[in-house]
C-alpha cells in the first residue's frame, strides 16, 4: 500500500532558529504533497498544496515568507517553519496523493514541533 | 453518550456495542468524502470513504452513509473494540477539486 514517510517525528528548536521537516512518499509518485498544521484537541487545518516543480499554493492566513514549501521531486516535499516563534509549536502532518489517481490520500506520521 | 468537551465532542461507548460517529459538511458541491482515525501523536489513518455517487459503503466493521439532502456523512463502528478508541474525522472534497477539508472531529471512548 501507499506509504509516505515523514521526519523528523519530533524537533525541538530555538526561537529565531528554522527547521525543515521531511515528507517522503516511499513507493508511490507524487505530483501533489499537502501540509497541514494540528494545535492540541484541534483538526487538521490546510497549510498549503506542495506542487512538484512549481510553486506551492498557500491557505489563506498562512505566510509564504515563514513556511516555506519545496518540493524538488515526484517523492519528496518539504516544509522549513523559518524565525520560528513559541505560537508556531504545534503538529506538522503531510499528506501525498499519487499521480494521476484521483482517490486516495495518504497521511505521514507527523511532526512534533516545539519551539522554546 | 455524547458530551461536548472544551474542543472536541466525546462519544463514550462500551465495548462490544456499535458507535455512530456523524459529520455535517456545508459545501454542496463536495463529492468525496473521506473518514480517518487518528491515535494520539500520529497521522490520520484511513479508514473509509464513499463518492457522492452513492448513499452506503461497507467496509469491515465500518459503514459509511452520506445523505446529500442533508449534507450530513456518518461512520457506524460494528462491535466496537478498546483499539476503536480515536479520534475520528471526516474530510470532504469539492468536485475538480484536489485538497481536503476537515471536519472537527470526535473522540471516541471505549469503555471496558
Known amino acids: 500500500g501507499a506509504v509516505v514517510s515523514q521526519h523528523p517525528s519530533r524537533v525541538i528548536c530555538k526561537s529565531g532558529t528554522s527547521v525543515k521537516i521531511e515528507c517522503r512518499s516511499l513507493d508511490f509518485q507524487a505530483t501533489t504533497m499537502f501540509w497541514y498544521r494540528q494545535f492540541p484537541k484541534q483538526s487538521l487545518m490546510l497549510m498549503a498544496t506542495?506542487?512538484?516543480?512549481?510553486?506551492?499554493?498557500?491557505e489563506q492566513g498562512v505566510e509564504k515568507d515563514k513556511f516555506l514549501i519545496n518540493h524538488a521531486s515526484l517523492t519528496l516535499s518539504t516544509l522549513t517553519v523559518t524565525s520560528a516563534h513559541p505560537e508556531d509549536s504545534s503538529f506538522y502532518i503531510c499528506?501525498?496523493?499519487?499521480?494521476?489517481?484521483?482517490?486516495?490520500?495518504?497521511f505521514g506520521s507527523g511532526t512534533r514541533l516545539t519551539v522554546v | 453518550g455524547e458530551s461536548v468537551g472544551l474542543h472536541l465532542p466525546t462519544l463514550s461507548v462500551q465495548e462490544g456495542d456499535n458507535s455512530i460517529i456523524n459529520c455535517a459538511y456545508s459545501n454542496s458541491a463536495s463529492d468525496y468524502f473521506i473518514w480517518y482515525k487518528q491515535e494520539s501523536g500520529k497521522g490520520p489513518q484511513f479508514i473509509i470513504d464513499i463518492r457522492s455517487n452513492m448513499d452506503k459503503r461497507q467496509g469491515q466493521r465500518v459503514t459509511v452513509l452520506l445523505n446529500k439532502t442533508v449534507k450530513h456523512l456518518s461512520l457506524q463502528i460494528a462491535a466496537t473494540q478498546p483499539g476503536d478508541s480515536a479520534v475520528y474525522f471526516c474530510a470532504e472534497r469539492e468536485a475538480a477539486g484536489n485538497k481536503l477539508t476537515f471536519g472537527g472531529g470526535t473522540r471516541v471512548l471505549v469503555k471496558p
Open positions: 506542495s506542487n512538484e516543480g512549481s510553486k506551492a499554493t498557500y
Open positions: 499528506s501525498a496523493r499519487a499521480t494521476g489517481k484521483t482517490y486516495g490520500y495518504t
